[in-house]
C-alpha cells in the first residue's frame, strides 16, 4: 500500500491527479482537476457502483473537477507508456 502520489498529464489540456492510500487495485481517495483545451456544456455525474463506492464527476465550460471514494486505481501506467513519460 502506498500513501500518496501526485501526476500531471498534458493531454488536449492540463489535468492533475492525486491518489491517497492505495494498492494496485484500489485506492480510497482519488481526485482530479483539469484544464481542457475543448470547452464543453456544464454537468455533474454521479455514480457509485462497477468499481466506485461514490464517483463524483463535475464539468463547467474548460474546467472539470473529478472525486473518487474507494474505487479502482486509476492506471496511470499505461497513460504514461502512451506519452513517453512512463518512470518506474
Known sequence: ????KFSHHEDFGHDWYVQVLFTKRWALFQGSVSWNDFP???YLQMKSGTGDVLNIFF???NFGIDV???GRTWDWG???ID???YVE
Request: charged content about 15%.
Open 78 to 80: 499505461r497513460n504514461d
Open 40 to 42: 464543453s456544456w456544464p
Open 68 to 70: 473518487t471514494i474507494l
Open 59 to 61: 464539468w463547467v465550460y
Open 83 to 85: 506519452s513517453g513519460s
Open 1 to 4: 500500500m502506498k500513501l500518496i
